[in-house]
């Protein structure tokens, strides 16, 4: 059984960084794309990045370019998504998510396996 756990979140003003976590475990992420996904109240959950498992290949959605960045350990089973610039529409609960194929993608239903999410709570 895989298991995806987040962490990292938190409350911070704008303009501040945070730094999540994912930490994968019950197998290694040999082959597997991951991918953070976001949800705000109200909202649909929402692609953020992806990253293949060389870490090679990276996508990132439009509104978090240059903001965000995506990177991976795979000798710690551990992914993590890099957050500067912190506005408060970034405010949501962000998942991890992990595809069994090596392909990262902005699709939600490409992704096999999800945790159970981290609040981040940007104040303004």
């Known amino acids: 059984q895989v298991q995806l756990v987040e962490s990292g979140g938190g409350l911070v003003q704008a303009g501040g960084s945070l730094r999540l976590s994912c930490a994968v475990s019950?197998?290694?992420?040999?082959?597997?794309?991951m991918g953070w996904f976001r949800q705000a109240p109200g909202k649909e959950r929402e692609f953020v990045a992806a990253?293949?498992?060389?870490?090679?290949?990276?996508y990132y959605a439009d509104s978090v370019k240059g903001r965000f960045t995506i990177s991976r350990d795979n000798a710690k089973n551990t992914v993590y998504l890099q957050m500067n610039s912190l506005k408060p529409e970034d405010t949501a609960l962000y998942y991890c998510?992990?595809?069994?194929?090596?392909?990262?993608?902005?699709?939600?239903?490409?992704?096999?396996?999800w945790g159970q999410g981290t609040q981040v709570t940007v104040s303004s």
């Open positions: 998510a992990g595809r069994r194929i090596d392909s990262a993608s902005f699709e939600l239903n490409d992704y096999d396996y």
């Open positions: 990253i293949n498992y060389s870490g090679r290949t990276t």
């Open positions: 019950g197998r290694t992420l040999s082959s597997y794309a």
